[in-house]
C-alpha cells in the first residue's frame, strides 16, 4: 500500500492516458470562449477551475487504490449524509435543489456519488465470490439505490440514471448472470407508467418535446430544434470559429453548458466533432485497457466502471443536443463550464491513472 516515489511516478506516469483529458480541457477553453460571448472571465475561471481539478487528479493518482478501497464505505456513507442534507440546506437554482454552500465553496454532492458509488461497489463485489450469489446481488442493488432516489427527488433524472448505469455496468463486469439484468428490465417496463406520473411538469415537458419538438419549437421543443440546426448547419467544415450564428446571435440556450457540443458542431462542423469523439474514445479504450491489465479484482471493476460512465456521459450528451436521446441536463464531460462536474470527473480518471501506474506492483 506503499506511495509511489515522484521518480517511480514520472517514469509510470500514463501519457496515452493522460494526453487527450489534455486535449479536451484545450478543447473546452477553445469554444467556451466562443459559447460565453467572448468574456475572457468566463474562460479564466473556467482555467482556474483546471487547475484546481488537475491537482486533485494527480492527488487521487498518488494515493494507493487500495487505500481508497478502504475508505470507500465511508466515502459513501458521508455522500449519503450530504444528500439527505440538500433539502433541508440546499439552494435552489434551475428549478432544482441541488446544491450546498459552506463559505466561498459551492457543493454538489450528487457528483461526489458519481465517483463514490463505483469506488463502493467494486470494493465490496472485490470481496465476494464469483458470480455474485442472490444475497450478495440484493444487497448491491440497495447500495445503487440508495444515492440514485436521494437524487432523483432533488430533481435531477440526468444523474440519477447516470449513477444508476454506472452500479450496474460494475454488476456486469463482475459476472452477475443475465437472467437478473432480464428481471430488472421488466420490473423497468412495468414500473414506466407510474414513473410518468411521478415526474415533475418540466421533465414530462422535456420528454414529450424530444418525441415530437416541431408540435412546440418555442416551447418544450425550443432547446432541441435550435440545437439540431445549429449542428445541421455545422456541415462538413464549421463556420469558423466565434461564427456561429446560432451561439453568436443567442438563439441557443444553455450553450456553455449542456449544450456547447452544439457550439462546437456549428463552428467547426463535422471534422470538429470526430475530433472531439477520437478524443473521448482513445480515453475511454486506454481506460478499459488499463482495468483489463489489472491484476486485483478492485483495480479492474473500478477502473472499467468509471471508464464506462465517462463513455455513457457522453453518449447522453451528445445524444440529447443531436435530438436522439431526451434532454436531462447532462454535462458533456471535461468540456462543459462547471466546477463540482469538473472536479469529481478528474478524481475518478485519476483513480484510473493511479491503477495504471501500479500495475505488476
Known amino acids: 500500500m506503499a506511495f509511489l516515489s515522484p521518480d517511480s511516478i514520472w517514469r509510470r506516469f500514463d501519457w496515452p492516458y493522460f494526453l487527450p483529458i489534455l486535449g479536451l480541457a484545450t478543447v473546452s477553453l477553445i469554444v467556451l470562449y466562443s459559447a460565453g460571448e467572448q468574456d475572457p472571465g468566463l474562460v479564466i475561471g473556467q482555467a482556474l477551475r483546471f487547475g484546481v481539478a488537475f491537482l486533485v487528479f494527480f492527488l487521487v493518482a498518488a494515493i494507493p487504490p487500495r487505500l481508497l478501497s478502504l475508505l470507500a464505505p465511508y466515502f459513501y456513507v458521508g455522500v449519503l449524509l450530504l444528500l439527505v442534507l440538500v433539502p433541508f440546506v440546499g439552494t435552489t437554482g434551475m428549478g432544482a435543489q441541488r446544491w450546498i454552500v459552506v463559505g466561498p465553496l459551492t457543493l ?48 435531477d433524472l440526468g444523474t440519477s440514471v447516470l449513477i444508476a448505469a454506472s452500479g450496474l455496468v460494475i454488476l456486469f463486469l463482475a459476472g452477475t448472470p443475465w437472467w437478473f439484468f ?71 440556450p444553455e450553450r456553455h453548458t449542456d449544450f456547447i457540443f452544439a457550439v462546437l458542431s456549428e463552428e467547426f462542423g463535422l471534422i470538429g466533432g470526430l475530433v472531439l469523439l477520437t478524443l473521448y474514445l482513445v480515453l475511454t479504450l486506454r481506460g478499459l485497457v488499463i482495468a483489463f491489465r489489472s491484476r486485483e479484482m478492485y483495480n479492474r471493476l473500478v ?32 468540456v462543459s463550464y462547471g466546477g463540482s462536474s469538473l472536479v469529481a470527473l478528474l478524481a475518478g480518471l485519476g483513480l484510473v491513472m493511479g491503477i495504471s501506474m501500479r500495475r505488476g506492483r
Do not use: C
Open 108 to 155: 454538489q454532492p450528487s457528483e461526489l456519488a458519481k465517483l463514490v458509488l463505483p469506488m463502493t461497489l467494486a470494493a465490496f463485489l472485490s470481496h465476494q465470490d464469483y458470480p455474485p450469489s442472490p444475497g450478495v446481488l440484493i444487497s448491491s442493488l440497495v447500495l445503487i439505490a440508495l444515492p440514485t432516489g436521494l437524487i432523483m427527488i432533488q430533481p
Open 182 to 252: 432480464a428481471s430488472l428490465g421488466t420490473l423497468a417496463l412495468a414500473a414506466m407508467v407510474p414513473a410518468w406520473h411521478m415526474l415533475h411538469d418540466y421533465q414530462r415537458q422535456r420528454l414529450l418535446g424530444f418525441l415530437n419538438p416541431e408540435a412546440d419549437p418555442y416551447g418544450a421543443g425550443y432547446h432541441i430544434t435550435q440545437s439540431k440546426i445549429a449542428i445541421g448547419s455545422g456541415g462538413l467544415t464549421g463556420k469558423g470559429w466565434l461564427n456561429g450564428t446560432q451561439a453568436q446571435l443567442d438563439f441557443l
Open 303 to 334: 477502473a472499467a466502471g468509471i471508464s464506462t460512465m465517462f463513455f455513457f456521459y457522453v453518449v447522453i450528451n451528445i445524444g440529447m443536443t443531436s435530438g436522439l436521446l431526451p434532454v436531462v441536463g447532462v454535462p458533456l464531460p471535461l
